[in-house]
C-alpha cells in the first residue's frame, strides 16, 4: 500500500493549503526565496540559497522520490495565494512502517502564520490513515530552539539527542535532537489537539 502512494500523485488540500508533489517546474516558484532570504536554512543539512543550489535541490527531490527513498511536496498558501516553501516525506522505511518528516522551510512571510500547523495535520493524518504508518519521526539541530518547541506543540514527545551526529552544509558538525509522534498517540490525542488548534 505504501509503495503505492510513493508512486502516486500525494495531493494534500485543506482550507489553506494545497500541497503537491514537487516538479522541476517548481524551481520558479521556489528560487525567490534562494535568493532573498538564504538565512531560512541556517540550521539545515541542505542548504538551497543561491539559483545553482535551488535547482539541484528540486531536481534531487525529484530523484528522491523516483527512487522511493522520499517523497517532496511543493506548500501553496491559500491565504496569501502564494507558493510559501516545501517539506518532505523522507529516509521512508516501509519494513518497519516508519518515515520521518522534515525538510519542512517557508519563506519568512509564511512563519508564525498558523500555516505550518496546517501542514502538519494533513502530513500526519496522510501518514497515519492513509499510508498506516506506525511511528512518524522528526529530527532537528539541538540549537534550533523554535523548531523544537514547534515540534512540541503539535504533540510530538522528544526521544533524546544523538550527539555530534551530523555536518551540516557549512562542513560544522552539530547534535540532533530526536522527536516521533506514534500512531497510538495520534489517534488518542494528538489528532484532536492538532485540529482545534487549526480550528
Known amino acids: 500500500m505504501i509503495t503505492e502512494f510513493l508512486k502516486g500523485n500525494i495531493i494534500l488540500e485543506d482550507e489553506r493549503v494545497l500541497m503537491r508533489p514537487i516538479e522541476k517546474s517548481d524551481y520558479d516558484n521556489l528560487v525567490s526565496f534562494a535568493i532573498d532570504e538564504p538565512d531560512i536554512w541556517k540550521y539545515s543539512l541542505v542548504n538551497p540559497a543561491g539559483e545553482e543550489n535551488m535547482r539541484k535541490y528540486v531536481d534531487d527531490a525529484i530523484d528522491n522520490r523516483a527512487q522511493g527513498k522520499e517523497y517532496a511536496f511543493i506548500v501553496f498558501d491559500k491565504q496569501f495565494n502564494e507558493y510559501a516553501g516545501s517539506t518532505r516525506f523522507y529516509d521512508i522505511q516501509l519494513m518497519h512502517e516508519k518515515a520521518l518528516l522534515g525538510y519542512t522551510w517557508y519563506g519568512k512571510k509564511f512563519q508564525r502564520t498558523g500555516l505550518n500547523r496546517h501542514c502538519k495535520f494533513l502530513l500526519l493524518q496522510f501518514a ?3 499510508w498506516g504508518l506506525e511511528r512518524v519521526e522528526f ?3 539541538i540549537h534550533n530552539e523554535r523548531s523544537i518547541t514547534a515540534m512540541k506543540a503539535i504533540g510530538c514527545v522528544q526521544e533524546g539527542i544523538l550527539r555530534n551526529y551530523m555536518l551540516d552544509a557549512t562542513g560544522r558538525r552539530w547534535s540532533t535532537v530526536i522527536l516521533s509522534i506514534l500512531k497510538e498517540e495520534w ?8 485540529k482545534n488548534k487549526i480550528g
Do not use: G, H, P, Y
Open 128 to 130: 497515519f490513515e492513509q
Open 139 to 141: 529530527r532537528a539541530n
Open 187 to 194: 489517534f488518542s490525542s494528538v489528532k484532536e489537539r492538532l
